[in-house]
């Protein structure tokens, strides 16, 4: 089934749910939740407990997920993940490179989600992936980008080793949001609530990603 974005009192829910049936990285820990207590066993309330790779379904990236002495999870400033964000769709595009990001108006952003052609099926774990270069990294950390959103598992190619994306994206002050979904999501401008979890020590944390949207229209144009 197609997964559909929810909205909830003008708030857009733009985050994969989270069930036995969700795609995961192969050899990672698929994600599942199962009742330890029954309210009839402990006479009072049910009690489950889930377990999860902290890379399935909807998550952010901690830097520590890649570089050996990165942030963890709960070192990152929460103002990164709440504010303004400007939504692309970047569909065409294999690779999203400078010439890619350079067609867009991105002055003035703070945060920009990609739209990419991949249908936003969280059951099917995709075999490919449109990528982010390092270019392009460049250009968002020259806009002034600090966060970045794509609607994919990973920034790199499925496949990648080296997770070129990922750290010219920390190298250029720039934080990781993956798997939103926004198939059915126009371009424009959006606030965004995308909060981890204080895990400690983490490498990421599953989050709750949902959009409002904001005046879309700008100099006489809309986005």
């Known amino acids: ?47 489950g407990r889930i377990s999860s790779s902290l890379h399935t379904g909807t998550h952010v990236d901690a830097p520590f997920h890649f570089e ?7 070192q990152l400033d929460i103002n990164v993940f709440i504010g303004p964000a400007r939504l692309i769709d970047v569909s065409k595009f294999k690779q999203i490179d400078r010439e890619v990001l350079s067609r867009f108006d991105l002055d003035g952003v703070e945060r920009v989600l990609l739209k990419s ?27 002034g980008i600090f966060l970045v959103g794509v609607d994919v598992p990973s920034v790199d190619p499925i496949n990648s080793k080296e997770m070129s994306a990922h750290k ?26 995308a909060l981890p979890l204080p895990i400690v020590g983490a490498d990421g944390s599953p989050v709750r990603a949902v959009i409002r949207s904001l005046n879309k ?7």
């Open 68 to 74: 050996k002495n990165g942030e963890n999870i709960h």
């Open 217 to 223: 229209r700008q100099g006489g144009k809309t986005w």
């Open 117 to 143: 052609a991949i249908p936003n099926k969280p059951e099917r774990f995709p075999e490919e992936i449109p990528f982010l270069t390092e270019e392009g990294a460049d250009l968002l950390k020259e806009k």
């Open 168 to 193: 010219a994206l920390y190298r250029n002050g720039i934080h990781i949001l993956e798997n939103i979904m926004v198939d059915d999501i126009e371009q424009g401008d959006y606030e965004l609530i």
């Open 1 to 47: 089934m197609k997964g559909k974005s929810k909205i909830v009192n003008n708030y857009i829910d733009i985050s994969q749910p989270l069930d036995a049936n969700i795609g995961h990285w192969t050899g990672d820990t698929p994600f599942s939740y199962e009742l330890s207590f029954s309210k009839e066993q402990t006479g009072s309330v049910n009690i």
